[in-house]
């Protein structure tokens, strides 16, 4: 796995070098779609503590 990658429930978020970011390989710009990455980045911490 990348350094700048994390997979949750068969989920693939990418930070690109751009400040872009990548899910399943698509590029998110939607603001709702932004919101679905935080929440998924919050289940993963959740589940890291």
């Known amino acids: 796995m990348?350094?700048?990658q994390i997979t949750v429930d068969d989920t693939v978020?990418?930070?690109?070098?751009n400040g872009n970011v990548l899910v399943?390989?698509?590029?998110i710009e939607d603001i709702n779609d932004i919101?679905?990455?935080?929440n998924i980045l919050i289940k993963a911490v959740i589940s890291i503590i």
Request: proline share 0%; net charge negative.
């Open 13 to 17: 978020i990418e930070a690109l070098e």
């Open 24 to 27: 399943n390989g698509e590029r």
């Open 2 to 4: 990348e350094e700048n």
């Open 35 to 38: 919101e679905d990455v935080l």
